[in-house]
């Protein structure tokens, strides 16, 4: 498995940026399953973006056209770039990773490592 650890969560008001940093430790070679996930305040977890071991991604029709996901192999880093964001984006998120397997997923179920999470709040 992997360590995770992210950053870059905050208090934003609704139209701004965030980006969220992932640093994997442990089993580290590039090629595996990475995602983030949220969690609203009262909500389930729900899948917000994934990327593959070849960095193929997807996305949360919620979220789509507005965030973008990525990684630096070099750095170990998963990132996630939110943009226009809106008072319903306000969530904990988390970083996700499996490396068992390449393709990108949004279910949880399909993760094996998780991080501790990052809070964002957007304000209206």
């Known amino acids: 498995q992997v360590q995770l650890v992210e950053s870059g969560g905050g208090s934003v008001q609704a139209g701004g940026s965030l980006r969220l940093s992932c640093a994997a430790s442990?089993?580290?070679?590039?090629?595996?399953?990475m995602g983030w996930f949220r969690q609203g305040p009262g909500k389930g977890r729900e899948g917000v973006a994934g990327i593959s071991g070849s960095g193929r991604v997807t996305y949360a029709d919620s979220v789509k056209g507005r965030f973008t996901i990525s990684k630096d192999n070099a750095k170990n880093t998963l990132y996630l770039q939110m943009n226009s964001l809106k008072p319903e984006d306000t969530a904990m998120y988390y970083c996700?990773?499996?490396?068992?397997?390449?393709?990108?997923?949004?279910?949880?179920?399909?993760?094996?490592?998780w991080g501790q999470g990052t809070q964002v709040t957007v304000s209206s």
């Open positions: 442990g089993d580290t070679y590039s090629s595996y399953r």
């Open positions: 996700a990773a499996n490396t068992r397997y390449i393709l990108y997923s949004l279910m949880s179920s399909d993760y094996n490592s």
